[in-house]
C-alpha cells in the first residue's frame, strides 16, 4: 500500500509505457502515470515485481525497455491492546499491558516498538522500546480524577508505521488528612478516656467509610473493632488491674472511591498499673551498722519515697529519702528499740494513696574510734590495744576481726582476729613511706552478738633505702694498639629495704642505651631491685685509635682511659658513680727510606727519580709531615694516606715521588755539593711529624739520603791543519791550525800542546 517514486528517461520520439513483466495480474498494483517518464508505483499484494519502462516508435518497429524489482511487505497488522480502561488509587502501579501481534513488514526479527504516554489523548510522549510495557505507579495529588493513555506504535521495514488502540488508567485523587486525636492519652488504674476525634479526609471521590481498628500488642497487630465505623470513636472507661503498664493503639482506616483506603497513624492511650510494696515489712540492725533496706514492688519503674520520726534512746534526727534506707542508727541505750519508716509509692506518674510501715528492730553493739600508729621503726615490729580503742566509746566487752588492704609495696600484711590486740611486722621495700591500713571489726560477746561498725587502724611504715655501685676491671697491662679489649664487671646492690625500680645503668663506653643485666642474684628475677639483691653487669670496650692517639680518655694526655658507670632508680634518682682505670702505653715513632732507580749518572740533564717511603712505626696518628728535599723540586705524595686525612695513621707507609736534573756543573766537579767522595751525586731528605698532643715526634727530623756514583768518561779530538797546499822553496812560513773538541760528557781541564 506505499507508493515507490519511479523515474525513466524522456522519449526524443515515440512514447513510453510503465508495465510490470513479472507476471502479477493488474489487480496486484498500480501506476499513477503509466505513460509518464515519472510515475508512483504501490504494491497491492506482497512480492517481487519487475517494473519495466518501454519507450517504441509511432509505428511500434523499434523498442527500448529498461527494468527495475520492486519489493512489496506484507502490510502490519495485529498491533492491538487488549487490556481494559481501569481506575485506580494514586500511588497504585497498573499491570503489564497484554498487547497482540505484530504480523507483516519484514517479519519476525524486524519490528521497532514505540510506546507513548498522554494526559490529554491528544499529545504522546515516548516512554519505552520494549515490546511489551508496565506503567510506572501512577500519583494523583490533585483534588481532581487524572486519565493516563497509553498506545504502542510498530515500524518494521518500509512500512508504514501501525498504532495499537489506546487503554487508560484513571487515577482518583489521593487521600489525604487523615489524622485522630484522642482526649486523654495516660490514665492511672482505671478511667474514662473521652472520645478519639477524626479530622474531615481529603482526596478520592468524596464519598468515605471508616472502621476503627485496635491493637493491644504495640501495634504488631489491629483488629477491626465491631461497630465502630464512624468518623469518630470513644473507647469509653479503660481498667488495669495487674503490674504491667497496659497499652491501646487506635487507628481510623478512610475507604473511597476504587477501594482506595488510607490508615491513621495510630494514637496510644497508656493505662498504669496501682504499685505496692512487695518487700518485707520488718527488719533487724546493730547499732552504728549500716541498716540496708531495699524496698520492691511487682509493678516496674516505681520509685519510692519514705520518711522516719525521731525516737527516743535513737541518736538520730528525723529523716527523709527515696528509694533504698541505708542508715546507720545508733542506739544509746543497752535495750532493742522499734524504728518506723513509712513508704509512699508512685509508678508512671500515678501516686498510690495507700502508705506502707517498715519497722527495724536497733540491738546496741561496740564502737571503735579511727587510730594511726607513727611509731615503727626499720624492724618494722607493732602491738597494738584493740579493746581499749573500743573502751573509750561503749566500753562493750569485744572480739576483733580484720582485714588488711592489699599493699604490694610492704610485707608481712594478713588478715587475723584476736580477743584484744593486733600486732605483726611491717617491712616497705620502697623509697616512699608506706601506709598499712586494717579494717577492724568488733562482735559483741554479750546482749545481741552485734557486730559493731568497722573502724581503721593505720600503721604508717617508715622508707629504708639504700644503692650502691662498684665497677672493676680484669686488665692490668697498659694499653699498646687499637682493637685491645677491656672488659668491666658492674656491680649494683640494694642495701637498704626499700626496693629499687626502673634500675636503670649507663656506661657510656659500653653502649649508647642503657645497659642489660648479665646476672641477679635474690629471690627472683624480676625487674625489681629487691632488698639485699645484687645485679651484675659485663661488657667489653673496644680500644680505639683516637683513644692512643689523645692519649686518654675522655681526659686528652691524661695516659689513661677512665671509665665511669652510673646507675639511677625512681626512688633515688640522683646519680651514683663508680669508676675504673686503665693505663695507655702511647709511642709516636716513623722511619725514613729514600731510593731511585738510577745506578750511575752519566751526563748532564739526566733525570733522576727518587722515592722517598715514611713508615709509622709507632701506634699513634703522626700529623703535619713535612718532607724536605732542596734538590727536589717537584716532591708528590703518591700513595699511603688511605684515608685522605693528611695524618700518618698507624699503620700506614706514605710513599712520596719526585726528581733531579744532573747538572753539568755536578759532572765538571765530579761530585754535587753534598757529595762527601768524588765521582758521586748525594740526595739528602729530611722528614718532620708532629705527635697528637702537637709536640714534634724527634726534636731533629729524620733524614735518609741516597748516593749515586758518577759514570762520565771524559774525551777530546785534535785536529791540524794548513792553509799551504805545497812547499816550494827554503824558508817559506808554513801557517799551521791545530783544533781540540771535547767530545766526552765532562769538562777537560790542563790541555797541554807539545809540537816539536
Known sequence: GTAIALTGNTPTSGTGTWTVTSGQPATDYEFSAPNSPTSNFTGKAAGVYTVTWTISTGSGSCTSASSSR?????????????TSNATICSGTQ????????????????????QWQTSTNGTTFTNVATTANYQPPILTNTG???????YRRLVTSGNCATSISNVVTFTVDPVLGNNTITPANTNICFSGATGAITGSAVTGGTGTYTYQWQLSTNGGATFDAITNAISENYDPGVLTNSGNTVLTYQYRRIVTSGANCTNVSTAVTITVNPRPTLSSALTGTACSNSLFTYTPTSAV????????????ANINNTAAIGAGAINETLINNGTAPVNVTYVYTLTANGCQNP??????????PSPRGTNATINDLSCTGNFTYNLQDNINQTTSVASSFSWTVAPNANVTGLSNGSSNTTLSGTLINYTSVAQQVVYTVTPTSTSTGSCAGQPFIITVNVPVCPGMTITKTTTRTTPIT???????????????????????????PFLSANPLAVTRKSGRNQDNILERGETWTYTGTYVVTQADIDNNGRPQINSGQIVNTASVTSTELPATQTASTTVNISAVSSYTVVKNSSVTAITSAGQIVPYEIVVNNTGNTAISNVVVSDPMLTNITLFSGDTNNNQKLDQGEIWTYRGSHTVLQ???DANRNSLASTAGTIRNLVSVSGRKPNGDPVYLTPVTAEKIIPINAAGSIEVKKNSIIPSIVKAGQVVPYTITIANTGKVAVSNISVNDP
Open 143 to 149: 483534588s481532581a480524577t487524572v486519565v493516563n493513555y
Open 300 to 311: 516496674v519503674g516505681t520509685t519510692f519515697n519514705w520518711s522516719r520520726a525521731a525516737v
Open 70 to 82: 520492486v519489493t512489496v511487505q506484507p502490510e502490519l497488522l495485529g498491533n492491538q491492546i487488549s
Open 481 to 507: 694498639a687499637a682493637g685491645e679489649q677491656i672488659t668491666y664487671n658492674i656491680e649494683v646492690k640494694n642495701t637498704g629495704n626499700a626496693s629499687q625500680n626502673n634500675v636503670v645503668v649507663r656506661d
Open 665 to 667: 756543573s755536578d759532572l
Open 354 to 363: 495507700t502508705t506502707y510501715n517498715v519497722t527495724v528492730t536497733v540491738n
Open 94 to 113: 497498573p499491570a503489564t499491558i497484554a498487547i497482540s501481534g505484530p504480523t507483516g513488514g519484514a517479519g519476525a526479527g524486524s519490528y521497532a516498538y
